[in-house]
């Protein structure tokens, strides 16, 4: 069994080690090392104050996290009222999909942002088969248009 928990600045050892694990079960999906700038990366977010709009939940199972759900608040100008969120990222780890873990890190992440006054939860839906199969499996949910990345440089 598994516990959902708010991702907290004394749980990033842990994160650490979950997304390393992530890299070791799927090596050719994750470009990147989760090393000790990330680290600080990570421990710094939590005083900043443009962190003050994200809401991140862990599943941890054995005192070890196995998923990690991400999302922010959506602030502009042109929604005044902040209903929408932005799911940023949702993973678990390959040993432990086809648990309920991604569905329940999304439950409570929905169950946050009703409490929040967050109507409504856009995500961009990975390009893979696995990710496919689970939003078309989300319920309450419409697959709309694809989203478009734009670098500034």
């Known amino acids: 069994m598994f516990e959902i928990k708010k991702f907290e600045k004394e749980d990033?050892?842990?994160?650490?080690?979950?997304?390393?694990?992530?890299?070791?079960?799927?090596?050719?999906?994750?470009?990147?090392?989760?090393?000790?700038?990330?680290?600080?990366?990570?421990?710094?977010?939590?005083?900043?104050?443009?962190?003050?709009?994200?809401?991140?939940?862990?599943?941890?199972?054995?005192?070890?996290?196995?998923?990690?759900?991400?999302?922010?608040?959506?602030?502009?100008?042109?929604?005044?009222?902040?209903?929408?969120?932005?799911?940023?990222?949702?993973?678990?780890l390959k040993s432990e999909r086809h648990h309920e873990v991604a569905q329940t890190l999304l439950r409570e992440l929905r169950n946050e942002c009703k409490a929040q006054g967050i109507g409504i939860l856009i995500a961009l839906m990975a390009n893979n088969d696995e990710a496919k199969s689970f939003y078309k499996n989300v319920e309450d949910a419409s697959i709309h248009d694809t989203g478009i990345w734009m670098d500034i440089n």
């Open 12 to 92: 990033i050892p842990k994160v650490i080690a979950f997304e390393s694990e992530l890299r070791r079960q799927e090596p050719d999906t994750y470009y990147w090392e989760p090393d000790e700038a990330y680290a600080k990366q990570l421990e710094k977010s939590f005083d900043d104050l443009r962190f003050n709009t994200a809401i991140s939940f862990l599943a941890v199972k054995d005192g070890h996290v196995i998923g990690r759900i991400d999302a922010s608040i959506i602030s502009s100008r042109s929604d005044a009222s902040c209903y929408s969120a932005y799911l940023d990222w949702i993973c678990v």
